[in-house]
Structures are given as structure tokens and as C-alpha cells.
């Protein structure tokens, strides 16, 4: 029988230690072992120790034995290189706020030896990242697909910022009430795809900017236009997330400009030879300034060739930008 309520939770303690003080270059000795086992108020002789660790492994536990130097917890849930992924992609997303992030990154150093949780602790580079000043956005994310999964709509109201930095409703303070059909990530932001019941149309709203978000007890709608889209043409569609004109756009490329168009557009990109050194291809796409600042970026190795009022539209929007940028 137990001698006290510590031994009832002996062979938990022991994992405890394990997966928190040893790994493969820091293995723990049986001795050690034994003695911060009666730091923890518990008993154990060398023999038990032994029986312990034996059923740890008949439960599937990966302890093993380094010969001379001691045990350590081999196969865990999760590896050093994929924490060091995760806390990598954790710290760099724009949308998880710095004190959320810190929380989280704190949660997944628990996942592995406290030796190998200073070498997450290295990794994590904080200055100069540019972080959401919305810091319930973790909490709508969730409240999002709470709300698809109950199949209820959302209301919420939409923000921007001024010049003095200030939050500015947008519409002056009306609510903004949808249908929630999926969540994106694009350009380090999320976005919520919704249908609008009142322009009957599927529109995407960045999740960052919503504040007062909560679920309607009305079900959702247009289910029919949701099961018609497609979000990765849609993502595709849209540069920077930025609404505009959809049209088929004709490029007329460089050949060295392909491995960039298929990144942007996909490998079913068609692409048709116009002469030796260029080729020709259409894309539907929502033209926008996002997408002709995305053309000018890649210089003249592409270029515009229809429709015809988008290619006047680009023209307009160069000259008015060379018109500012020469004023004395």
C-alpha cells in the first residue's frame, strides 16, 4: 500500500521528470533520478525504480538507456526541429498578437526537455517584427469557427486606423452582420469568408480589424453561392486581398519570368510561346493598385497586354505617380 498520497502519483512524477529534465544529450542517472523523486516527497529504491520505468514502457513510453550516463525520454509528441517550426511560424505571424504569442511559445517549450526549451528560448527573435495591435483577434478566430460549426451568422463592427493612429469605425459604427463560411491566411493577415445576405455576395473581411464580435441565433446563409466557390481561385484572384475588376488579363512575359508566374498563379498556368524570348498567358484575376504594384515590382520583364481599359488604367495610375514624384 501507498505511504502517502505522493506514492500514489509516483510513476506520474516519474514521466514528469523524464520529459522535463532528460533528453538524448541529457540523460538522467538512476541515482538522480531517486533522489528528486524524494525531493517531490516521494520514496524509491533503486529495484523499484527499475519497476517503474518498465511500465512506463509497457504503456508505450520511449525511455531509454544510455549505459554509464542514464535514462532519457526518446520519441516524443513532438521533435526539437518541429517545436523550433512551430515557434518559428508562431513569432512571425502578424496576426497573433506579441503578449499571445509570448503565452503560446511558452506552452511549446513544455513540450520538450527544459535543456532543449533554452534553444526555443535562443530562437525567438521579438525585435522589429511587426505584430497585431488587436489583441483579441486569437479569441475571434475561435469565436469564427465556433460559429461555422454551429452553423450561425456573425455580426461584428470594422475598423481602421487614422493618421493619429486612432481606431475609426468604419460606416459610421454599423454593424456588420454574415454568414461565416471559412477562414484564410493571406500576406500574414487571416480573413474571414462570409456571404453578405444583403449585396448577396461572398466577401472577405480581415479579422484583426473586427472588434464586438459575436454569434447571431440566426443560421447562416448562402450555402448555395458557398458551395459554387472556390477559395484558392479566390485567393489567387485577389492581390493583397484587395478587391477589384475581375477580368481575364493577358500578360506577355520574359521567359525567365515563369518560375514566378507559376508560384503566383499555379503549375496549370497555360503559357503559350510568343516568340524566342517571351511567352503570352491569361489569368482571371481581380485587377487592383495591389496588382498593378505587383507588375511594376518585376520590372519590365512583364507586360500588360489586355484588356484594353486596364492596360489604360495602369497607364493612368504611372503617369499620375510620375506627376507626384516630379513636383518641385
Known sequence: MP?????????????????????????????????????RGVAAERKSLYDDIDALRALGYDIQLQRG??????????????????????QSSRFIPAGKSGQLIKKLERLTSVHHARELQRQVY????????????????DALHQAIGDDRQVRFRYYKYDRERQKVLRHGGSWYQVSPYALLRSD?????????????EIRHYRVDKMVSLTQTDRPREGGDAYRSFDLG?????????????????????ENR???????????????????????????????S????GWLFGLGPGIQLTGPEWAVKELEGQLEECLALHREK
Open 188 to 200: 500574414e493577415n487571416y480573413y474571414l469568408v462570409a456571404y453578405d445576405g444583403r449585396s448577396r
Open 257 to 287: 519570368m515563369a518560375d514566378i508566374l507559376i508560384d503566383r498563379f499555379g503549375a496549370d498556368l497555360s503559357m503559350a510561346p510568343d516568340g524566342p524570348e517571351h511567352f503570352t498567358c491569361m489569368v482571371h484575376l481581380a485587377v
Open 126 to 141: 521579438v525585435a522589429g517584427r511587426v505584430k497585431s495591435l488587436n489583441e483579441s483577434v486569437y479569441y475571434s478566430i
Open 289 to 292: 493598385q495591389q496588382f498593378f
Open 233 to 253: 481561385a479566390y485567393t489567387r484572384l485577389h492581390f493583397g486581398m484587395f478587391r477589384g475588376r475581375e477580368a481575364d488579363v493577358t500578360l506577355r512575359c
Open 3 to 39: 505511504k502517502n498520497a505522493h506514492q500514489k502519483n509516483k510513476l506520474l512524477l516519474l514521466l514528469q521528470i523524464l520529459q522535463e529534465e532528460s533528453d538524448e544529450e541529457h540523460p538522467v542517472s538512476g541515482p538522480r533520478l531517486l533522489q528528486m523523486l524524494q525531493e
Open 69 to 90: 550516463r542514464g535514462y532519457f525520454l526518446g520519441e516524443r509528441d513532438f521533435q526539437l526541429a518541429e517545436l523550433k517550426l512551430l515557434v518559428d511560424a508562431v
